[in-house]
């Protein structure tokens, strides 16, 4: 079935270090493709999106591009803050069974000031 | 409410017991979700309704879980006989349209605990 893989983590930054988090995804049909945070206490809230090859999300000053090439839908920031401390999801969607999010595993992020 | 709602919050439960957890989503919205998450995962897609039809339930673990949204609103997420297995949080999400672009906009959760 459809799948998707994420960084495993915990990632611990410095604040303003440069983040990434990978995340591939299974290359059936054309996906939409999430990222999700939840902060600490709180429920689930879209980051950011993509619905189409070479979009670019951005939002909070991450920013995420959709790569059909390589399948991927990395998450970045250039600088990260102690209040980005959360974890993050990955997780497309395929219009082809049922548009339901299918989720990576999570990566927590710790930022240390 | 401006956002999806979910009761109860918690739950603790005794093996054997059946459970019923709610989840009322942002008014007008088309499509339900409802997912489990356990510690330290991702949410795993239960099932989801357009309307008040089922679109799938695939993901539903057996058949003591069963899910409802009669009215095209309100949708109950029922487990029967509990498990201690069965332990998570439930999260229930609605999104505005049919499309998978559309966001899904997630409820608080219920974490339940069987006993």
């Known amino acids: 079935g459809d799948s998707v893989t994420q960084m495993e983590g915990p990632v611990t930054l410095s604040e303003e270090a440069f983040l990434t988090i990978n995340c591939t995804y299974t290359a059936t049909g054309y996906p939409s493709l999430f990222w999700y945070v939840q902060y600490p206490g709180e429920g689930l809230q879209l980051l950011l999106k993509?619905?189409?090859?070479?979009d670019k999300g951005s939002n909070k000053g991450f920013e995420a591009t959709y790569r059909k090439e390589t399948t991927s839908f990395h998450l970045e920031k250039g600088s990260v803050q102690v209040s980005d401390s959360a974890v993050y999801f990955c997780?497309?969607?395929?219009?082809?069974?049922?548009?339901?999010?299918?989720f990576g595993g999570g990566t927590r992020l710790m930022v240390k000031p | 409410g401006a956002g999806v709602s979910q009761s109860p919050r918690y739950k603790v439960t005794k093996r054997g017991q059946d459970v019923a957890l709610r989840c009322d989503p942002i008014s007008g919205h088309v499509s339900l979700y409802w997912y489990r998450q356990a510690l330290g995962q991702g949410p795993e897609f239960l099932t989801y309704?357009?309307?008040?039809?089922?679109?799938?339930k695939s993901g539903l673990p057996n058949d003591r879980f069963s899910a409802e949204r009669p009215e095209g609103s309100i949708s109950t997420l029922t487990i029967q006989r509990t498990e201690q297995r069965d332990s998570a949080m439930y999260r229930c999400?609605?999104?505005?349209?049919?499309?998978?672009?559309?966001?899904?906009?997630f409820g608080p959760g219920t974490r339940l605990t069987v006993l």
């Open positions: 309704f357009n309307y008040e039809a089922q679109q799938d």
């Open positions: 997780a497309p969607t395929y219009n082809n069974a049922g548009n339901m999010l299918t």
């Open positions: 993509a619905t189409k090859a070479d």
């Open positions: 999400a609605s999104s505005r349209e049919l499309a998978g672009h559309n966001e899904q906009f």
